[in-house]
C-alpha cells in the first residue's frame, strides 16, 4: 500500500507536464506570433508554463508578440489549467479523505479534508465547470459592454478583451491584451471590480463553493476548511486593503482621486495573492508595501482553487497551532472541531518546503543574475512560486538561466503543493511500537 500511495499525485505531475508541452507546440506555431517566423523555443515553453500554471507572468508583450490565434491558445491554456488543477486537487482531496477511512475520521474529529462527501465528486465537477463559466460569461459582458459603451472600442474588439480578460480573472491568471496592463483603467469601476471579484471567486475553491451553495444560510453547517477559507480570506483581503491605501497614498496612489485611491487599494490589495492584473505600478511600490505583498502572494487562495501559494487553509492553521502553543493547550481547536495531528504536520511541511523553494530560487536568481536587489529578486521568485503573475520588470531583463529558473518555480507552486500535500496525507505509515519520548530543548 505504501509504494502505491503517491501515484494519483504523480499521475497530476505529469498531467500538466504534457500540457505544457501541447502548449509550447501550439505556441511555437508561426501562426501565433505576428511577424514572421515562430517564437523561439524557450519563449514559447516559459509563455506556456505560464498559462497552464495560471500565472501570467511572460517574458514578451503579449498585446503585440503573440497573434490573436496565440491570444486564444493562451486563454484555452490558462481555462485548461485553471480547470485543470481544480479538479485533480478536489479528486486528490477526496481519496485522501477516502483513504482516512471513517474510523480514522473519527479519531481525527473532524470532517473530511474538503468536506466534500462520498458520492459527491461528480456534483462538485460539474458545479466546478458551472461557476466557472457562469462567472466568465458575467464578467465578460460587463467588461465589453464597458469597453464598448463607455470607451468607444469596436464591439468586436471589445469582446475579444473582454472575454479574455474575463478567463484571467477567474483563472488567476494575469496575461493582458494591452502593454500597459490594466493602468488605463485604474479609475474605472465597471473594469475593475468585476475582474477583481472574479479573482476573488476563483480563488476560493472548488470544495468551498460547493459548501457555500448547499449551505448559504446555515454558515455554521460549513465544514472547518470552509470556514477557514472564508474567513481566512476576508483577514487577508482587509490587509491587502490596507496595507496598499496606507503606505501608498502619497506614493503611488498620489496622482489620483480619493474615490479612485479606494477603489485602486482594494484591486492591487486583493489581486497580488494570484490574480496578477495590475492597475499600479508594482516598481514604484515602496518596500514595506512590497514586503507585505511578498507575503500575500506566499499564503495565496484557498484549496483546489486556481489560485496558487501555500493555501489560505495551511497559513491559518499554522496559526491556529501557534496561539494554542502560545495558550499551552493540549488540542488545536478551530470552531469546535479538534485537528488531527497527522493535519498539523502536513501543513508544516508544505509551509516549510514551500520556504525551502523560494528561499532557493531565490538564491539561484541571484547567483545567475548580476546588479539585481534582494527585494525584487524575492519578489519574482514569490510570484511565480504563487502563480500572481506580479512583475517590478525584472523578468523580461532576465537571462534565459534566470528565466528558466521562474519556470521551475511556476511549476513547483501550481502543482507541487498539491502534489506533496495530497502524498503526504497518502503516505500514512502506522507503527506497531513507539520510542521512549524525550523533549529537546526549543528557543
Known amino acids: 500500500m505504501r509504494g502505491n500511495t503517491p501515484r ?102 473532524a470532517e473530511t479534508s474538503t468536506g466534500v462527501a462520498h458520492g459527491d465528486v461528480r456534483r462538485v465537477l460539474l458545479l466546478a465547470a458551472v461557476v466557472m463559466f457562469a462567472s466568465e460569461t458575467l464578467i465578460a459582458t460587463i467588461v465589453t459592454g464597458r469597453l464598448w459603451l463607455g470607451h468607444d472600442q469596436p464591439f468586436v474588439s471589445a469582446l475579444r478583451e473582454g472575454a479574455f480578460n474575463a478567463v484571467q480573472a477567474f483563472n488567476n491568471c494575469g496575461f493582458s491584451l494591452r502593454s500597459d496592463g490594466m493602468t488605463s483603467f485604474v479609475g474605472d469601476w465597471w473594469i475593475c471590480v468585476p475582474l477583481t471579484l472574479g479573482v476573488i471567486v476563483g480563488g476560493l475553491g472548488v470544495p468551498v463553493l460547493y459548501e457555500i451553495a448547499k449551505e448559504l444560510r446555515r454558515p455554521s453547517a460549513w465544514s472547518t476548511h470552509t470556514r477557514l477559507t472564508v474567513w481566512g480570506s476576508l483577514v487577508l483581503l482587509v490587509i491587502g486593503f490596507g496595507t496598499v491605501l496606507g503606505f501608498e497614498w502619497n506614493n503611488a496612489l498620489g496622482p489620483l482621486s480619493v474615490v479612485d485611491k479606494v477603489l485602486a487599494s482594494f484591486v492591487q490589495g486583493t489581486i497580488p495573492r494570484s490574480g496578477g492584473f495590475n492597475t499600479l505600478d508594482f516598481g514604484a511600490f515602496d518596500q514595506e508595501t512590497t514586503a507585505v505583498i511578498t507575503g500575500l502572494m506566499f499564503i495565496g487562495g484557498g484549496s483546489a482553487s486556481t489560485a496558487g501559494g501555500i493555501k489560505v487553509t495551511t497559513f491559518f492553521l499554522l496559526a491556529y497551532v501557534i496561539w494554542t502553543e502560545v495558550r499551552g493547550e493540549r488540542d488545536v481547536v478551530v470552531g469546535r472541531r479538534r485537528i488531527a495531528e497527522s493535519t498539523q504536520r502536513q501543513a508544516t511541511a508544505v509551509a516549510l518546503l514551500g520556504v525551502a523553494a523560494v528561499a532557493a530560487g531565490t538564491l539561484l536568481l541571484l547567483r545567475l543574475t548580476d546588479d539585481v536587489a534582494f527585494d525584487r529578486a524575492l519578489f519574482e521568485v514569490m510570484s511565480a512560486f504563487s502563480t500572481a503573475g506580479l512583475t517590478t520588470g525584472l523578468t523580461a531583463q532576465l537571462s534565459g538561466q534566470g528565466q528558466f529558473v521562474l519556470v521551475v518555480m511556476m511549476f513547483i507552486g501550481r502543482v507541487g503543493t498539491v502534489a506533496v500535500a495530497s502524498a503526504l496525507a497518502l503516505n500514512t505509515r502506522h507503527r506497531m511500537y513507539r520510542y521512549p519520548e524525550e523533549r529537546p530543548l526549543v528557543g
Open 8 to 109: 494519483p499525485a504523480r499521475a497530476v505531475v505529469l498531467a500538466f507536464v504534457a500540457a505544457i508541452a501541447v502548449g509550447t507546440a501550439l505556441l511555437l506555431l508561426p501562426a501565433s506570433r505576428r511577424g514572421e517566423g515562430g517564437a523561439p523555443f524557450f519563449t514559447a515553453l516559459f509563455t506556456a508554463t505560464s498559462a497552464i500554471t495560471t500565472s501570467g507572468i511572460t517574458t514578451v508583450d503579449t498585446a503585440t508578440y503573440w497573434s490573436g490565434l496565440g491570444h486564444l491558445f493562451l486563454a484555452l491554456l490558462t481555462q485548461a489549467g485553471g480547470f485543470g488543477i481544480t479538479a485533480a486537487a478536489t479528486l486528490l482531496g477526496f481519496l485522501v479523505s477516502q483513504r482516512l477511512g471513517l474510523r480514522g475520521r473519527m479519531m481525527a474529529g
